[in-house]
DNA sequence: CTGAAAGCGCTAACAC
DNA sequence: GTGTTAGCGCTTTCAG
């Protein structure tokens, strides 16, 4: 028995300039239109040809390592719940980033350190974006490894990204929206989930903003595990009744919805995220809605910016694409 | 002005052995602790440390340039919406694969092929896996890119792997649980997103065995949209009236307790996967809950098998893990 | 036990 | 226009 295919061998471009009759170069040429090259359209065709035949695949790590440019693009999710939401973001992203030749991979960040270095050292990613500010270790071995861009960068560091970036626009409208019809002491409800405390932070102070604004006084905030009757209770202990309530997302107006049933009481709540479950609970839920998948352009952009040298700012409206979604529970 | 730092220069392993005053080749040996080498502990201390005090990170793409062996591992998730299950199950398998030095990285694909394609060109994955099967040109792309492994393996086409795997699992639990209370005549109710038109089509097959091992009818099963009027006029529309039914998951069964409500009817209902919204549902939705995580892990498991060469069957007892959680809807 | 040296597959000067 | 060739950073024989 001759093990004649112990090594299972890789087709190069070598083996696709042979089929060719010409030279490796020539092939390298027209495979990537190497600008500056004038290369006679038969020639041309004899290269794509071979290579079709011959299921020619260039080998990424042969050629990152040659140009020192890798293309992929790493996202490092948040280790919080993803909705809808965050896949329409990652979706746009990759779009964008395809756009410019560019792959992007997700990673679901779960905590550990040193995961997170494993991740960038075996990818070697051209950039890397991550939802929460990077810490300054991370920053320095990314540094080191090359990477070319990495946001958010250092200057909007301090800031949560998430909040910063478009999360506090939702506490903002949810709180506009409920002043809007003449409510004029709110709560805020987050839930107790350690991971989403920034968020619902951002989400918090967004409310206490618009309340500030319209010259009522900042919102109640309690926090609330995802159970019917820690909701009940929440809201039967609150001192001053509120008039109203927004919560930190469809999840925890659910319960908030639960609760108040169980207590028999009924108090205008709005969400955000329009889950599908929104529109079935009762009442329907009233929500705040986003466009995620804008904001995945925005990123993606300030991230081939970066790429390019110019140092960029992430410069994303806080409110760009969210609107309320109004049905009956407020 | 000179330009000495035009190019700003990667750390190498040569940058370590000059620091160290030794050979690349003795720094390479102690950086992988290469077997079948006897290195004096004070070399390997001499080599550690000049790499800290540098900095260095070896560089994957050349690494596996020569090695032939890349250390990622590519995850193609589904369209579909995500939910907490599959975080968990990648989150698992992300672990299991770090375990054996494998770094698992994301994609959600959501239809173009060439996307795809350019996937595991960029990646040059040692691994890929998918939660439906791959198509013929898929598969007899990644084989050229000599890509190790890849799941579903080919065998094991021809089902979907979601409905194969776990899947249908989850629909025969709903019918055996309804059928235990007594239940004989069933309706299936499926989502009309076409991207779950398989997974539903596993998961109500489930359920019809499960019927047909009673000795009962199979279900009737229904496609609705995620709509509370479209919901009630599908359990209207059924002549035989049924006793209970089961929905394809947590949403579903939702939009049917609504459209039930709509009606001024009630009929017990079964969802699946517990989302954070079933315990707020009115009446709190009983479900099916899986434990994905160790679903998670038998991939990976799988995978390394497969990457070790013994050909591996990934075999999942498919009711591995689920369980129903019993609330008030059924 | 350590060092020298040969490539892995590819790109991009540089020659012809 | 097309071919030659020199590495990119790393692993791994093979000598010493």
Redesign the interface.
């Known amino acids: 028995m001759t093990d004649q295919k112990k090594t299972?061998r890789?087709?190069t471009s070598v083996d696709v300039a042979r089929e060719a009759g010409l030279s490796r170069a020539t092939v390298s040429f027209v495979l990537n239109d190497t600008p500056g090259q004038s290369i006679p359209e038969a020639t041309r065709q004899r290269v794509l040809q071979a290579a079709a035949r011959l299921?020619?695949?260039?080998?990424?790590?042969?050629r990152?390592?040659r140009s020192g440019r890798?293309?992929?693009v790493?996202f490092v999710l948040p280790d919080w719940?993803?909705g809808?939401t965050m896949?329409e973001l990652?979706?746009r992203a990759?779009q964008v980033l395809?756009g410019a030749g560019l792959?992007?991979?997700?990673?679901?960040h779960?905590g550990r350190d040193d995961?997170l270095a494993?991740?960038w050292?075996?990818?070697?990613p051209a950039a890397v974006f991550g939802m929460r500010p990077f810490t300054a270790g991370e920053r320095?071995?990314m540094k080191?490894?090359?990477i070319a861009a990495v946001l958010p960068s250092p200057e909007q560091s301090g800031h949560d990204v998430g909040s910063t970036l478009w999360l506090n626009g939702v506490g903002r409208l949810q709180a506009q929206y409920l002043i809007g019809k003449g409510h004029t002491r709110l709560a805020y409800v987050l839930p107790d989930d350690p991971r989403l405390s920034a968020l619902g932070q951002g989400r918090a102070e967004g409310a206490a903003q618009a309340c500030a604004e319209a010259g009522l006084p900042v919102p109640i905030v309690s926090t609330i595990p995802?159970?019917?009757a820690a909701a009940a209770e929440t809201v039967a202990g609150w001192r001053q009744p509120r008039t109203a309530v927004c919560a930190y997302n469809?999840?925890v107006a659910?319960?908030l919805?639960?609760g108040m049933?169980e207590l028999g009481t009924s108090l205008p709540v709005i969400g955000a995220d329009d889950?599908?479950?929104a529109?079935?609970?009762?009442p329907p839920l009233t929500t705040v809605a986003q466009d995620s998948g804008e904001l995945g352009a925005r990123i993606a952009a300030a991230l081939l910016r970066a790429l390019n040298g110019e140092p960029s700012q992430l410069d994303v409206l806080p409110d760009a694409g969210i609107r309320v979604v109004e049905r009956e529970s407020a």
């Not at 792959?103 to 679901?108: A, F, I």
Request: hydrophobic content about 50%; cysteine-free; aromatic content about 4%.
């Open positions: 299972k890789r087709i299921g020619y695949t260039p080998y990424a790590p042969a990152t390592l890798s293309d992929v790493l719940p993803q809808p896949a990652v979706d990759a395809a792959t992007l991979v997700t990673h679901v779960t995961d494993r991740l050292t075996a990818l070697a320095a071995g080191r490894a090359n995802l159970d019917t469809d999840e659910l319960a919805l639960a049933r889950i599908p479950a529109r079935f609970a009762v």
